[in-house]
């Protein structure tokens, strides 16, 4: 399996867990900020390798008037403040081609939303950047299908490529993960990454926005460390009740540390570390 480097000595398929852990959406630059301090400083503590995530615009929102971040303009100038500033990898969404290159300046990661997964210009326009590029498999595709997206990246010279899983449609406005999706993917030969609060998410189930059962995304989290994968992604909130996207998802900060230090020994004994 390739090994994807990201940059301040994190790695993907270098052995150990790489935690990928934010905010949905920049919700104000001191809210992002002040997360990404305190999840890096835990990241430390436990001597695990960590990339803050947040997006600068959730284009997918349910409704029209959900709350979708501050913008491009904004959003990569806090991103950037945070890469320079608390000292780590930062990964963002994008929706669009033309956005690629403007977010691989600020960003080491370049993520391609599940929903947008067969894109094709927007997956190209990703790798053609030279960035790592995390895609999450379509909630309507079958992991073995991530084969021809990979394919998509490597023709732009790029193998910075890593795989997401975020559960799969299950009738409507339900999903189920199944643990199978892992394995497949890992066999196209590059490193997976198990997102966690995502796969209990309930598209739509609201009304005007999505619901989840965000109670269910640490068993998630350690059902796929115990398959073997390379990282966990996981949206952490200070106080997911306030949180203006996903906040039925969210993991609250406070509970983030112990949950990490479960996956970090599951993940020892299954790579016998």
Known sequence: MKKVEVDKGVKFGGGGLVFIAGPCVIESRAMAIDLAKRLSALAKKLGVAYIFKASFDKANRTSVDSFRGPG?????????EIRQ?????????????????????VCDVL????FLAR??????????TGAVV?????QFMAPEDMAQVARKIESTGNRRIVLCERGSSFGYRNLVADMRSLLIM?????????DATHSVQRPGGLGTGSGGDGKYAPALARAA???????????????????KSDAANAIKF?????LWRKLIAIDAVVKGK
């Open 72 to 80: 491009i303009d904004k959003g990569l100038e806090i991103l950037a």
């Open 186 to 194: 890992r066999e196209l030969g590059y490193p997976v990454v198990m």
């Open 85 to 105: 500033s608390v000292g780590v990898p930062v990964l963002t969404d994008v929706h669009e081609p033309w956005q690629c290159a403007r977010a691989a300046e």
């Open 225 to 243: 460390v115990a398959t073997g994968v390379d990282g966990v992604f996981m949206e952490t909130h200070m106080n997911p009740k306030v949180a």
């Open 254 to 258: 406070s509970e983030v540390e112990k």
């Open 119 to 128: 894109q094709t210009d927007l997956v190209v326009a990703a790798g053609e």
């Open 134 to 138: 995390n895609v999450k498999k379509g």
């Open 111 to 114: 993520q391609i939303p599940a």
